[in-house]
């Protein structure tokens, strides 16, 4: 009985093994991952979009399987990703190029960076971005993990929110709807906005995984600021100028003028205030033509790799800014942008007139301390405390031979050291001493004379 019950399990197993055949499984197609760092900034009417083409799929094999990254931007609030795709627009298509193959001479010529001649797109150098770019190829495009940026000019018909129809078209409507509100106080949430995601493509038309969304608000730019003045020391630059009408007053407090924040209770819509400090390139100079008055020449677009970026690490909640990198005799260009902040969205101004300041050396060092002088058969001793500023070219003797009496040099050219030996005195003549610290400046500065010190000579 054991045994008939064993040879009939046998016997279901053989047959469940032994039965029809299932549909063969679809080849295995790989698709891009996401790319990379995708982050959207507006600055007055222009959105820098920036990502970094993907190197490798989803499955994390390398190299990406990529012929495209495709941007999309949706003015409003979208219900999916693929809405995005649908209904919104496309800004741009990015041509990526194939991966090289091991017998590639890649010792080409390089060709210009611009991605293949593609209007409005660059490609950047930052870390990561691999040698091959270095020396690109014959096909337009990027390399896979090129860093590229791309602008999108903010028009009045973009910033127009999308409304989808049920039947699947779509409209642009002239007015903002009137959104939700807590407690009767618009939120963050509800700020227009302009929604941007990112996707790669490969060989088969088929998209991959979309990036997160970036996000900028669409609502109006404040003023920039007015007034800028650049003034400077010997160690930094110090930028004020004046806020915008309708900036918040800034409350500081007595004792160490520190900004108050607050906090509300209820995070209301209305953005938050504050400023962001670029070095730009100087206006181009006016262009003369003969028997005319000088007519300007607008500035010609500097070529970037990268969104312009602000001197200052975190927005200035206040007017004014120091930035310490002083070089003298080097021309620096200051613009200034008001920026607003609404929640995680943030916007900037257009640009403030551009303040230009070539710095000059005029900053004497100080004058030396704690001179001392000895007396010794036929010479007198000096010495003094050594000076710390990094131009510092020496010190220069002053020697006088009565009391009162005007002091002249006796060192023709600066010394190093902080100790010196006149041995051309007089036996029983009283000298003055003073020292003077001089610069590399050029002409050089002086600074005032140290203390004077009396000793007669034996």
């Not at 094999?61 to 990703?81: F, I, M, N, Q």
Request: overall charge neutral; glycine content about 8%.
């Amino acid at each position: 009985m054991v045994c008939a019950a064993l040879m009939l399990a046998v016997a279901g197993l053989t047959a469940v093994s032994c039965g029809k055949k299932g549909p063969p499984l679809a080849p295995l197609m790989r698709v891009p991952a996401p790319v990379e760092e995708f982050s959207a900034r507006r600055l007055g009417a222009t959105v820098y979009l920036r990502f970094v083409v993907p190197a490798r799929n989803q499955d994390n094999s390398t190299p990406a399987d990529l012929t495209r990254v495709e941007v999309y931007g949706y003015t409003g609030k979208p219900a999916s990703d693929e809405d995005i795709v649908k209904y919104g627009t496309r800004v741009a298509s990015v041509a990526v190029r194939p991966p090289p193959r091991e017998d590639e001479d890649r010792t080409r010529k390089p060709k210009s960076r611009d991605g293949g001649g593609t209007p409005g797109l660059q490609a950047g150098g930052g870390e990561g971005a691999g040698q091959s770019r270095a020396t690109e190829r014959e096909e337009p495009g990027f390399e896979q993990g090129a860093a590229v940026t791309l602008t999108e000019a903010l028009t009045p018909e973009l910033m127009q929110p999308v409304v989808v129809r049920q039947s699947g078209g779509r409209k642009k409507v002239q007015e903002v709807a009137n959104v939700p509100t807590m407690l009767g106080i618009a939120t963050f949430d509800d700020t227009p906005s302009r929604v941007y995601i990112a996707v790669g493509v490969n060989r088969k038309q088929r998209r991959g995984v979309f990036s997160p969304r970036a996000a900028v608000p669409v609502v109006a730019l404040p003023p920039p600021p007015t007034g800028l003045q650049v003034t400077y020391t010997e160690r930094e630059f110090t930028l004020v100028w004046t806020p915008p009408p309708g900036a918040p007053p800034v409350t500081s407090s007595k004792a160490d003028g520190a900004v108050l924040r607050g906090r509300p209770i209820v995070p209301s819509a209305a953005p938050s205030w504050s400023y962001d400090v670029f070095e730009v390139a100087p206006p181009a100079p006016a262009q003369v033509s003969a028997g005319s008055p000088a007519a300007p020449r607008a500035a010609p677009e500097m070529p970037r790799v990268e969104p312009p970026t602000p001197v200052n690490r975190q927005p200035v909640p206040v007017p004014a800014f120091t930035d310490p990198r002083m070089e003298f005799g080097a021309e620096r260009c200051y613009s200034v942008r008001t920026v607003n902040l609404f929640g995680k969205l943030q916007q900037a101004s257009e640009q403030s007139e551009t303040v230009c300041v070539t710095p000059r050396d005029t900053f004497a060092p100080e004058p030396p301390r704690g001179l001392i002088a000895v007396a010794s058969d036929g010479v007198i001793s000096l010495s003094w405390d050594p000076n710390s500023e990094r131009d510092l070219a020496g010190y220069v003797i002053l020697r006088g031979e009565e009391p009162g009496a005007p002091l002249q040099p006796i060192t023709r050219e600066p010394i190093q050291a902080t100790t010196f030996e006149d041995k051309t005195v007089k036996a029983g003549v009283r000298y003055v001493y003073a020292v003077v610290a001089v610069d590399k400046a050029s002409p050089p500065n002086t600074s005032r004379e140290s203390n004077r010190i009396e000793e007669t000579a034996r």
